[in-house]
């Protein structure tokens, strides 16, 4: 499966974005789904993974209460609506698909190719 991830920018703490991962291929509905992301100067780290049914979802502790992960199998695309950013939510952030729910990247088969987004304080 191919991955194209998209709707990143510079916006202004307190604001809102919503990231979109589009993926290729007719096996979309069958892989769980996750957003990583990658500071300038650190590790990838986990952001939110969601089941290949919507029905299970998991977060990091920081950015849950905050952030929203979706898909939509009738559209092969997945989603992440991210509310009251913060400067440290500043990075490139990265759609991967894999076979079951983790947090770690090496568990994750597919990854797109990431999108920016800058929150300036």
């Known amino acids: 499966v191919q991955l194209q991830a998209s709707g990143g920018g510079l916006v202004q703490a307190g604001g809102s974005l919503r990231l979109s991962c589009a993926a290729s291929g007719r096996t979309f509905s069958s892989y769980a789904m996750s957003w990583f992301r990658q500071a300038p100067g650190k590790e990838r780290e986990f952001v939110a993974s969601i089941s290949w049914s919507a029905g299970i979802t998991y977060y990091a502790a920081s950015v849950k209460g905050r952030f929203t992960i979706s898909r939509t199998n009738a559209k092969n695309t997945l989603y992440l609506q991210m509310n009251s950013l913060k400067p440290e939510d500043t990075a490139v952030y990265y759609c991967?698909?894999?076979?079951?729910?983790?947090?770690?990247?090496?568990?994750?088969?597919?990854w797109g190719q990431g999108t920016q987004v800058t929150v300036s304080s």
């Open positions: 991967a698909a894999g076979p079951h729910l983790s947090v770690q990247q090496h568990s994750w088969d597919y």
